[in-house]
């Protein structure tokens, strides 16, 4: 009996440790499982580009029942022009062939574009469909010279943050093939920078906030449009997605806080001796699906 009492503070003693031991293999493992449940952490990715469609309005700053909308928008006759099939086809080849001609082009001249041509590629992209048409964006038409270069720092000094910390060894890899880097001479050259802000959420009358739906889809659709437009007019772009260099812009440009960078298109003429790699394009059966 004396011996087993001199023996209990040592078996206290042996259960505590395996109970400390069994508690912080569960907690390992536990931790384990909620590392892998959660979603893998991308460095590059800019919360500008984030599609803000899920994003709840905060219900104090939303009229639920008046979102600045026409109850009863009249509906007017519509007509369109109806082409034979054969001209139909002819039609549609054109425009591929046309359209086939876009290349992102980095080399762009100095040579001034006319006011006119920028405002109407841009009203044409203001044709646009939206949700519940709400016209979601805004897209800022930067000319001036001082303005242009100091888009360009910010946007070299993040890029080149990009390139060697946020983007990751198989990005950079994947693009030097294209030869493109964090240096983007365009930026001062191009006679003009169209920067294209998604509106996250809109303003009605009496101050509120006014939901703008599908806002990200929207603005993406009159990116496509726009590129369309200045290729019919001989112009030529690269698309630009700066990542992280949204805020700062937004500041620079003096935009208001519900804008969000979506795309910054340089736009000129290319330059004289203008290159772009030898790239195709996937065939139509490896992008077509006919159920």
């Not at 806080?257 to 139509?284: F, I, M, Q, S």
Request: some cysteine; proline content about 7%.
């Amino acid at each position: 009996m004396a011996l087993f009492s001199s023996l209990t503070p040592v078996f206290i003693a042996i259960i505590c440790v395996l109970i400390g031991v069994i508690l912080k293999k569960t907690n390992g493992e536990k931790e384990k499982c909620e590392t892998k449940s959660k979603p893998l952490s991308h460095p590059w990715v800019d919360e500008d580009l984030k599609d803000g469609t899920d994003h709840h309005l905060e219900e104090e700053e939303v009229d639920e029942e008046w979102q600045g909308l026409e109850e009863n928008v009249a509906h007017v006759p519509f007509f369109v022009e109806r082409y034979p099939e054969a001209e139909m086809i002819k039609r549609s080849q054109m425009f591929y062939d046309f359209l086939n001609k876009r290349r992102s082009v980095r080399f762009l001249s100095d040579e001034p574009v006319p006011r006119e041509v920028i405002d109407n590629v841009i009203r044409t992209a203001g044709t646009s469909p939206s949700g519940a048409h709400t016209e979601p964006w805004t897209f800022v038409v930067v000319q001036d010279p001082d303005l242009k270069h100091k888009i360009r720092e910010i946007v070299e000094e993040e890029e080149e943050i990009n390139y060697k910390k946020r983007m990751g060894d198989r990005w950079v890899n994947d693009l030097k093939r294209l030869r493109t880097n964090w240096i983007k001479e365009y930026l001062d050259t191009a006679p003009y920078l169209i920067l294209i802000f998604k509106q996250v959420y809109g303003r009605l009358p009496n101050g509120k906030k006014k939901t703008h739906y599908y806002n990200e889809i929207s603005v993406s659709i009159a990116c496509g449009i726009l590129l369309a437009a200045l290729q019919n007019v001989g112009l030529c772009t690269v698309t630009s997605t700066p990542l992280n260099c949204g805020p700062q812009l937004r500041v620079l440009l003096q935009r208001p806080a519900n804008e969000k960078l979506l795309l910054l298109l340089p736009v000129g003429y290319p330059k004289k001796d203008a290159t772009v790699p030898a790239l195709t394009r996937k065939p139509l059966e490896d992008i077509m699906v006919v159920m």
